[in-house]
């Protein structure tokens, strides 16, 4: 430094810090061996705080305002440098403003995925981002944990220190709700404010408030999206009428392309999704039979009979139902039947109580 620059140095009796950026939160003010003149004067202004530091001690700390620096004003400097009747030479310290407006819109997020344990889906990896203020609170508690020596600061030589804390707190909350992941979306205002009231304490070790916090999303593997959006569906969507729909639009697409291979397996799985249905309405069909009162048992005297129809017992008949059987030429005297009391299925023709059935009825028309 030239002589000029030293004397200029030594001459200047303002000291001031005026912030041109955003995101400074430090700065310690330069002077040629950190000497002040007695009677300089120092300005503060809104938003920042003005702390002297003597040979790497914290001493005066002044709130905004401008001030004649001397030893009425100085008391902590003056004791630590052991001025008793007043100062006339310049003294050396450190100033170092500190900046205690909002650094708002600090932005934070899951480097890596957060495992947690959640009771339907088992271990998830989700990640969150959000927003976040804070302001510095107490100005030498935040200098002598973070700031050091430093001649400059800002929110970059920071935010990574607090992204570490917020992401352990998120953790420590998304874990302790114990919220099924599904839900997440809906309660972010609620998962904020837990987690909110969790950094203060740790946030306040460094002189430092929070002032605002927000998740502003929570995001899982697509996996896991999809298993939710299929079970919120099941719970709302008619499960007949859908398995219907996936059928028609299968058979749809595999008539638009027969010949195809694609075309042969979508038209199969059709085929198999209207076959399942089609076994479905049988058995429902069946239960619906079986929980239907059973038909009285035949009048005293008359015979009920089973007639073998394709090779399946069908029946029991009354005689009218066997008239019937006989008119729709259904019922032959070669037909085998079988009423209580016979061991073994017999032709039709040769039950006595039987015979009339053909000589009451015409026979058939000739071909």
Do not use: C
Not at 103 to 129: C, H, P, S, Y
Not at 203 to 217: C, D, P, R
Request: glycine share 8%; hydrophobic share 40%; charged share 20%.
């Amino acid at each position: 430094m030239s002589f000029w620059n030293k004397l200029k140095g030594e001459l200047i009796d303002i000291i001031e810090f005026l912030d041109n950026t955003q995101d400074t939160i430090v700065y310690r003010f330069e002077r040629h061996n950190n000497e002040i003149k007695n009677n300089a004067k120092l300005i503060v202004r809104e938003g920042q705080t003005a702390v002297f530091v003597n040979e790497g001690q914290i001493a005066d700390t002044f709130s905004p305002g401008t001030y004649n620096l001397n030893t009425q004003n100085l008391p902590i400097l003056s004791t630590l440098q052991g001025w008793k009747y007043g100062f006339n030479s310049p003294f050396k310290a450190e100033v170092y403003f500190v900046g205690t407006k909002n650094f708002i819109d600090q932005k934070w997020g899951t480097k890596n995925a957060v495992i947690l344990n959640d009771n339907r889906f088992g271990m998830v990896e989700i990640r969150a981002f959000g927003i976040y203020s804070f302001k510095v609170t107490d100005a030498p508690v935040f200098i002598r944990e973070i700031v050091g020596t430093n001649q400059t600061f800002t929110t970059e030589n920071i935010k990574e220190q607090l992204k570490s804390i917020i992401v352990t707190r998120f953790s420590d909350a998304t874990g302790e709700s114990n919220l099924p992941v599904e839900t997440y979306a809906a309660n972010l205002n609620e998962l904020s404010e837990a987690i909110f009231g969790y950094m203060k304490d740790d946030f306040a070790a460094y002189g430092i408030e929070v002032t605002k916090f927000l998740v502003e999303n929570i995001s899982m593997p697509d996996e896991v999206k999809k298993e939710i959006f299929e079970l919120s569906r099941l719970d709302k969507i008619d499960l007949d009428k859908l398995t219907k729909m996936k059928a028609a639009k299968a058979m749809e697409a595999a008539a638009e392309n027969p010949s195809g291979t694609a075309g042969m397996g979508i038209g199969l799985g059709a085929g198999m999704a209207m076959a399942n249905q089609m076994t479905q309405a049988m058995a429902n069909q069946i239960n619906n039979a079986q929980n239907v009162q059973q038909a009285p048992p035949p009048i005293p005297g008359a015979s009920a009979y089973y007639v073998a129809v394709g090779g399946q017992q069908s029946g029991p008949f009354n005689k009218s139902g066997l008239v019937e059987l006989v008119e729709k030429q259904i019922l032959t005297r070669e037909s085998l039947v079988w009423k209580q009391g016979l061991s073994e299925w017999v032709p039709a023709g040769g039950q006595s109580d039987l015979q009339d059935l053909w000589t009451t009825t015409p026979p058939p028309l000739p071909k």
